[in-house]
Nanobody, 125 residues
């Protein structure tokens, strides 16, 4: 599956952004999907994940209650609604597709084999 992330931009602290990830291919609905982010000088970190059916979602503690991951399997799209953005949310955000059903793997970059190109999110004060 090929992935293309979009929707990043510059937003003030407290604002909102919605990221999208468009997937090509007919097998999108069979993949678990995740969002990761990488800030300058830091390792890539888990943000959120959603199982193939959309029935279960998982979040990093730092974004729980502020971010919402969702998917539309009919449209081959993954979304990340980000509210109450903080300066610490500034990073390049990546969408990823994986087949692992183990939760620890879904929360790790090692659990994903396909990655989008990333979209920059910058939160200003």
């Amino acid at each position: 599956v090929q992935l293309q992330a979009s929707g990043g931009g510059l937003v003030q602290a407290g604002g909102s952004l919605r990221l999208s990830c468009a997937a090509s291919g007919r097998t999108f609905s069979s993949y678990n999907m995740g969002w990761f982010r990488q800030a300058p000088g830091k390792e890539r970190e888990f943000v959120a994940a959603i199982r193939w059916s959309g029935g279960s979602t998982y979040y990093a503690a730092s974004v729980e209650g502020r971010f919402t991951i969702s998917r539309d399997n009919a449209k081959n799209t993954l979304s990340l609604q980000m509210n109450s953005l903080e300066l610490e949310d500034t990073a390049v955000y990546y969408c990823a597709a994986g087949s692992s059903t183990i939760l620890s793997m879904m929360r790790s970059a090692r659990g994903y084999g396909s990655w989008g190109q990333g979209t920059q999110v910058t939160v200003s004060s």
